[in-house]
Structure formats: C-alpha cells, structure tokens
C-alpha cells in the first residue's frame, strides 16, 4: 500500500522558516497536498498540487517537491501557524492516503 | 459559499452499525469533477480517509475498510452518507465530510471544503 511519512514534529522560534517533509513510499510520485489542522478543528488546505496556494492562504506557505520528497515550508512562522499538518496524496488505484501528521510548535 | 454539515447519532453500541448523513449547501452536489469524501480522526490521532462517492454512485473506499462501509448519495436532498457495520471501540472517532476535488486523467484529488465533523463513540 502507498504510504506517506511525516516528521511527528517540527519546532521553530517565530519569524524562522519551517520545513516539514513527506516522504513517499514508492514511484511515480503522486500529486500532494497539505492541510493545516488547529486544535477542534477540521482541517484547511493549505497547498494543492505540490506548491499551489489556494485563495485567501498566506503567501507565506509554499510548498516543493523533489523526488519522492514533497515540502511544505512556511517563511516567517508566526504564532497563530502552530497546529498539526498533514500531507495527502492517492495511489494509481485511486486510494486516497494521509500522512502520520507533524506538529508544528512555535517556540 | 459551499459548505457541509455532518449529522448522526453520538453514540453507538458496539457490534451495531455507524450511519452518518453529510449535508451539502451552497452548491450542487451534482457538480462534475466532484467525489465526495468521509474521513475519520480517533482521538488524538491522525487522518483516515474512509471512502468517496461521485454523484452518479461511483465509489472508492479504503481496502482496510471496504467490506464494512457503504457510501451512498441522495441527489434529491444534495445529501451522501456513510455506514459502517460491525463498530468497535477502535471506531470512535470524529467524522468528517468533505468534498473530494477528483481529476482521474491525473490520478489526483484533494479534499476541500471539510465539514466541521461530528464525534461518534462507541460504547455500551
């Protein structure tokens, strides 16, 4: 089965970059997205298709991908970006797949 | 402004079936190019994608799920809905719907909006 995994967490002094990583089990590499989840909350897409930015998103959040390797970086992390992220993608067989989730801490 | 709204009993007993309906407003659950999708979360847990439906009734589940879950759509009331049988402990969780932005030709898809999910224990 497809897997994705994440750092369980990721800490970070305001107004650093955070860096946190997905890592894919096996190729081709699908499409990725990620979803920020704050504490009794659904979670908000944060970046689709690797390194998309939907409306109303922050520039701050941008995301890459290298590899079997897909990044979500946030520049400039403030206070309100701790939460928990997850990364999601689906295999050939159309099964959608989420990462373990890593939470961001901003110290 | 679509968004979605989860609704079912809280509490279910174990050995029993889950059922939980999701409402769809400010949009058409018709719409192309749109699954429509039921995740889970335990809690304190992560995310588990548990199945998706497209309008005309084609569906995919997880294969760690699939011989208890049916997802089915009701166009009429722009409503899907999740059962699951056979519930244990391990099965609470909060439920959420969301839509399942789905592109095939690209063997992609993405979930956006998410409702605001709905906890379901199971207990006796």
């Known amino acids: 089965s497809y897997e994705l995994t994440q750092p369980p967490s990721v800490s970070v002094s305001p107004g650093q970059t955070a860096r946190i990583t997905c890592s894919a089990d096996a190729l081709p590499k699908q499409y990725a997205y990620w979803y920020q989840q704050k504490p009794g909350q659904a979670p908000v897409l944060v970046i689709y298709?690797?390194?998309e930015r939907p409306s109303g998103i922050p520039e701050r959040f941008s995301g890459s991908s290298s590899g079997t390797t897909v990044t979500l970086t946030i520049s400039g992390v403030q206070a309100e970006d701790e939460a928990d992220y997850y990364c999601q993608s689906a295999d050939s067989s159309g099964t959608r797949v989420f990462g373990g989730g890593t939470k961001l801490t901003v110290l | 402004q679509l968004q979605l709204q989860e609704s079912g009993p809280g509490l279910v007993k174990p050995s029993e079936t889950l059922s939980l309906t999701c409402t769809v407003s400010g949009g058409s659950i018709s719409s192309s190019s749109y699954y429509w999708g039921w995740i889970r979360q335990p809690p304190g847990k992560g995310l588990e994608w548990i199945g998706s439906i497209y309008y005309s009734g084609s569906t995919y589940y997880n294969p760690s799920l699939k011989s208890r879950v049916t997802i089915s759509v009701d166009t009429s009331k722009n409503q899907f809905s999740l059962k699951l049988s056979s519930v244990t402990a391990a099965d609470t969780a909060v439920y959420y719907c969301?839509?399942?932005?789905?592109?095939?030709?690209?063997?992609?898809?993405?979930?956006?909006?998410w409702g605001q999910g709905t906890l379901v224990t199971v207990s006796s």
């Open positions: 969301a839509r399942d932005r789905t592109q095939l030709a690209l063997r992609t898809n993405w979930f956006d909006p």
């Open positions: 298709k690797d390194s």
